[in-house]
Nanobody, 123 residues
Framework: QVQPVESGGGVVQPGASLTLSCVVSGRSFSKNAMGWFRQAPGKDREFVAGIDWNSVRTWYPPSVRGRFIITRDNKKDQVYLKMNDLKPEDTAVYYC????????????????WGQGTQVIVFP
């Protein structure tokens, strides 16, 4: 198993944008659905974006829908999360992971977790 490597976090003001990147090197990257998750202090890890193996289907929870966009580049083994109109409640450590995808539904993550990348939205 390969550990993901996330990058691109930072400290921004509300309304700003950030793009996160994640590299998951390996032959299986292009065959798996991928997802972005986040964990704020004292809270459970939250699934915030999913994309199937060939970028046909994506999914977002209501909290980020319309603001976040997940994309991937299978040639580079990378998945991205473009975050627009950031809000203080988006403050968290963001992680990427492979995600089980069955019957057009994104299910649980599997595989190793990386170190994550910190996003702080400071009013």
């Amino acid at each position: 198993q390969v550990q993901p490597v996330e990058s691109g976090g930072g400290v921004v003001q509300p309304g700003a944008s950030l793009t996160l990147s994640c590299v998951v090197s390996g032959r299986s990257f292009s065959k798996n659905a991928m997802g972005w998750f986040r964990q704020a202090p004292g809270k459970d890890r939250e699934f915030v974006a999913g994309i199937d193996w060939n970028s046909v289907r994506t999914w977002y929870p209501p909290s980020v829908r319309g603001r976040f966009i997940i994309t991937r580049d299978n040639k580079k083994d990378q998945v991205y999360l473009k975050m627009n109109d950031l809000k203080p409640e988006d403050t968290a450590v963001y992680y990427c992971s492979t995600v089980r995808y069955r019957d057009y539904l994104f299910e649980e993550p599997f595989g190793l977790w990386g170190q994550g990348t910190q996003v702080i939205v400071f009013p």
